[in-house]
């Protein structure tokens, strides 16, 4: 947005960040230690901690079954923190592919993949993934046949979602750090599937 | 849930109604029916919430299943393609 | 808005700056003070039109809270006024 060295004023919106947040701690509201606190706890919610938990259920099989029946004490039973979180688990199969958007604003599991992305929460994506799935994966790159049923997610409400994706073959035998390197959170939202390249062979 | 109206696989149907303030029930959607998939729990209610009130008592929440081929008329996918939505309560009736 | 006619999904993805992160975080906290998502999202909706075409994702986030904050008596319109002004007299 600038360019490096050029000095920049302030926009009106982030002169009204600042002084929100001055009149919140000046009133008792919050403190610029909590602020920063949250901050810094935001930075490290990434998808590698949804990754993690992909990777424990295509190892465990139990562990696996309890993320499906209950995706949030499945989570915080592994120990991962995520407050407020209600997770449900979705899991492809050979023969259904799912897929998450938000229609009407940008609901995403944040607790556990940190800030969602760009796309995830423009008008394009939360319009068309609903009624053209098929072809919003084929922009993304992933292209599924009809004999593949597509479910879509739309989180209206309180339950946030994460896909399970399937283990691709050739994963044979690895650790649960490996399996984790290929789950991105492109593949956890639906719109990728991992896989094995070259370079993690 | 004591007051859980509906159980999984019943077929419901979402009301159609275009009320003013916070509504979660997508417009797409309304006038639909679809079948309870699955019951999420129960939560208070957001179009509450939203205006500053406690939205208590909790109201059912159930994720529905809709047919894509329902939904859209012009739905070009394969036939047993979903949608699944949290719908509440108070927007569904027996189908 | 599910259902609508829409472009190509442009995949960007940014960075987002220091201030972006604090409007998340005081969104998260204040949390603790009652005000819901639902009660953020009201807010989002209410921004007309034009304009939430035209705010990025946080700039509409910013305007929320501090709508919120102003129905609820927690600040006033002038002290938020006088605010912005001070703060942009900083330099």
Redesign the interface.
């Known amino acids: 947005m600038s360019e490096p060295g050029k000095y920049q004023p302030y926009s009106y919106f982030q002169l009204m960040e600042i002084s929100l947040r001055e009149l919140l701690v000046e009133k008792g509201m919050l403190t610029e230690d909590a602020i920063r606190a949250e901050v810094q706890a935001m930075r490290g919610r990434t998808p590698e901690r949804g990754a993690k938990v992909v990777a424990r259920a295509w190892v465990d099989p139990a562990f696996k079954k309890s993320l499906l029946e209950n995706g949030t004490k499945a989570v915080e039973d592994f120990g991962l923190e995520i407050p407020g979180l209600k997770l449900v688990v979705v899991e492809n199969t050979a023969d259904v592919h799912n897929v998450i958007v938000c229609t009407l604003c940008s609901c995403y599991p944040r607790m556990l993949l940190g800030i969602p992305p760009d796309w995830y929460k423009s008008r394009n994506y939360r319009s068309r993934m609903v009624r053209e799935p098929r072809a919003v994966l084929g922009e993304f790159g992933l292209s599924l046949d009809d004999k593949t049923t597509i479910r879509v997610h739309d989180s209206t409400a309180d339950m946030r979602y994460i896909v399970l994706p399937r283990r691709p073959a050739g994963t044979e035998g690895w650790s649960e750090e490996k399996l984790a390197s290929i789950v991105s959170r492109d593949c956890m939202i639906g719109v990728a599937v991992p896989a094995v390249s070259p370079n993690t062979r | 849930m004591a007051d859980a109206k509906f159980k999984i696989g019943d077929r419901v149907k979402v009301r159609k109604a275009y009320p003013l303030g916070h509504i979660r029930t997508p417009y797409y959607i309304r006038g639909l029916s679809g079948t309870i998939e699955r019951i999420c729990g129960a939560f208070p209610n957001p179009e509450e919430l939203a205006q500053m009130r406690d939205g208590l008592p909790p109201v059912p929440l159930y994720r529905v299943r809709f047919l894509q081929k329902d939904v859209w008329p012009d739905y070009s996918g394969a036939a047993n393609d979903t949608i699944d939505i949290e719908i509440f309560q108070h927007w569904l009736d027996a189908a | ?14 960075d ?1 700056a ?2 972006e ?6 969104a ?4 603790g ?2 005000i ?1 998502v ?2 953020r ?2 807010h ?2 209410q921004i007309p039109p034009a304009d939430y ?1 035209r ?1 990025s ?3 509409k986030w ?2 929320s ?2 709508q919120a ?1 102003i ?2 008596g ?2 006033t319109s002038d ?2 006024g006088r ?2 002004e ?3 007299g900083r330099g």
């Open positions: 808005m599910g259902g609508l006619p829409a472009g190509r999904v442009e995949r960007t993805e940014h987002y220091e201030w992160r604090r409007v998340d975080a005081m998260v906290l204040l949390m003070h009652k819901t639902d009660e999202r009201r989002i909706e075409d705010l994702y946080y700039e910013i305007v809270l501090g904050l129905q609820r927690v600040i002290e938020l605010k912005i001070e703060v942009r």
